[in-house]
Nanobody, 116 residues
């Protein structure tokens, strides 16, 4: 069965860093495009970063470009999001998504709170 589990969220001060992990199983991870989305209270879910199958062509939202880095380890069926220079606007629940054509899988999300 398909399972996507995010981890690594937590409370961090402005300017700090976090690394999120997304562990996937139950599908052919290496051929799926993997993405991180986030949703802040009262806002729409937005695409933060995407890395294509099998591991090239990363793309980022303008708001995180230069601060966040997405990467994947196909041998471990894991995708990461390194987040640096965090600010309050980054506070959200972060979700991992796997996509292949019309197939799309989501994790439950991990909370990131940036606050002093």
């Amino acid at each position: 069965q398909v399972q996507i589990v995010e981890s690594g969220g937590g409370l961090v001060q402005p300017g700090g860093s976090l690394r999120l992990s997304c562990a996937a199983s139950g599908f052919a991870f290496s051929v799926y495009d993997m993405s991180w989305y986030r949703q802040a209270p009262g806002k729409e879910r937005e695409l933060v970063a995407r890395i294509s199958s099998p591991g090239g062509s990363p793309t980022y939202a303008d708001s995180v470009k230069g601060r966040f880095t997405i990467s994947r380890d196909n041998a471990k069926n894991t995708v990461y999001l390194q987040m640096n220079s965090l600010n309050a606007e980054d506070t959200a629940v972060y979700y991992c998504n796997a996509n292949l054509f019309r197939a799309s899988y989501w994790g439950q999300g991990t909370q990131v709170t940036v606050s002093s």
